[in-house]
């Protein structure tokens, strides 16, 4: 017998039909004798439902009383769930984040979790009783319902499953697993077996979309072995209950891959755009000048690259930030200009960030060069470069970015069985 979190998304719980089918991945599980704790999501589109509401009932809304409106999507989607656990002969009871408690900071609308108790999960889990739990929510200092953000049922799953020690975290979604790269731009993208927390961060994020980033964070403080699972399989198919080995990928730590690959696979994010500063004088407090109310108003800067003038007096600061802040950075910058002190200011838009990712880089050398050298070849033109240990990571033309994709998902042997 083991301790399992199950995880269904929005698109799982869509209506009525596929609530069922999740009754019966839920189902299986009870049956083989194990402990199951189910966290899920709003119905697909229901969130977006709900915040709509929220704009057009008041468009400067109180954070307080959105939470309190958009949280209720999974409220409902537990409670449907759990009558049809209950209509199947499964004993099973619902849960809101504040009924654990889930405890939050008070960043309402995007709230961190602090604390959750589970020994009252664990005392019904005695019982015989599956909880049903309302995802992405949890109770804040002020006694209010506090949400986690887009994507925070995925967060909470990994941190229920911490609470409680579970055995595994099952993450089920609409594909089947983590792939080398996105089937839909590189038909010969495989499914990975294992896939290191390291790995899965980079690819999350970086572009990937089958995991929200806090939730892999999450599972690689914890240790929580994570498995992405596609909830449309036949819950009853063989091999579906096979608890050491079961369909899609295991996301874990990196000593339990035993064969490292050098490059796992190939993320990519869209929308990117570049912003370069010129001649700017090259003296201590200038990167502050420029980052700073860059911070301050919440613009994510990514990629940074630093061109000193031959004598060393001037610089030009290029780097990257998202398409939908592109305006909103450059009225910070343009506020900023006399304390930063640039002759001109640029931007381009429509770029890609294409990136490689393996811990297997480590050990390995020349694996940039080879990236290098590939995309050369296509005529593909870089504008920046960063690097960490498992990642290398390039700016190019948006228009480029498929054959970008294919072109390094090949020369690392990603297609090859």
């Given at each position: 017998m083991a301790r399992i979190v199950m995880k269904f998304g929005g698109t799982s719980v869509a209506d009525m039909d596929r609530i069922r089918n999740v009754a019966r991945h839920v189902k299986r599980e009870v049956d083989a004798g194990h402990e199951v704790a189910v966290v899920v999501s709003a119905m697909s589109g229901k969130t977006n439902e709900l915040v709509a509401w929220t704009r057009d009932a008041s468009p400067m809304h109180d954070a307080r009383e959105y939470d309190a409106v958009v949280a209720s999507g999974e409220q409902v989607t537990s409670g449907l769930l759990a009558l049809a656990l209950q209509n199947i002969g499964i004993n099973a009871r619902s849960w809101q984040g504040w009924q654990i408690p889930i405890k939050t900071d008070n960043a309402h609308g995007a709230a961190r979790i602090l604390e959750i108790d589970g020994s009252e999960l664990i005392r019904r889990f005695g019982e015989g009783?599956?909880?049903?739990?309302?995802?992405?929510q949890g109770l804040g200092?002020?006694?209010?319902?506090?949400?986690?953000?887009?994507?925070?049922?995925?967060?909470?799953?990994v941190a229920i499953a911490a609470a409680i020690k579970a055995d595994r975290c099952d993450i089920y979604t609409d594909v089947d697993g983590v792939y080398t790269t996105d089937p839909r731009i590189e038909p010969k993208a495989k499914r990975l077996k294992k896939i290191a927390f390291e790995e899965m961060l980079e690819m999350a994020s970086l572009g990937a979309k089958v995991l929200q980033v806090r939730s892999v964070e999450l599972a690689m403080v914890f240790k929580v072995r994570t498995f992405v699972r596609s909830s449309f399989?036949?819950?009853?198919?063989?091999?579906?209950?096979?608890f050491l080995n079961p369909p899609g990928t295991l996301i874990c730590d990196e000593e339990e891959i035993l064969e490292q690959e050098v490059v796992t696979g190939i993320a990519y994010a869209k929308d990117e755009a570049q912003i370069s500063l010129r001649r700017l004088a090259d003296r201590p407090g200038v990167s502050a000048a420029i980052f700073g109310p860059l911070a301050e108003s919440h613009i994510n800067v990514d990629m940074i690259v630093q061109n000193i003038s031959e004598d060393g007096s001037k610089t030009d600061m290029t780097f990257t930030v998202p398409s939908t802040d592109v305006d909103k950075a450059?009225?910070?910058?343009?506020?900023?200009k006399d304390k930063i002190g640039f002759d001109v200011i640029q931007n381009e838009s429509g770029l890609v960030k294409v990136s490689v990712i393996g811990i297997g880089m480590r050990s390995h050398a020349g694996v940039a060069a080879s990236a290098f050298r590939a995309l050369a070849e296509k005529g593909i033109n870089i504008k920046a470069i960063t690097t960490s240990e498992i990642k290398i990571s390039i700016l190019i033309d948006g228009a480029y970015a498929e054959l970008a994709v294919r072109t390094l998902h090949s020369v690392y042997g990603l297609d090859k069985s």
């Open positions: 009783q599956v909880a049903v739990i309302a995802g992405f200092p002020d006694n209010r319902i506090a949400t986690l953000g887009r994507g925070g049922s995925d967060t909470s799953a399989d036949d819950p009853d198919a063989p091999g579906m209950g096979d450059l009225k910070v910058l343009n506020d900023s």
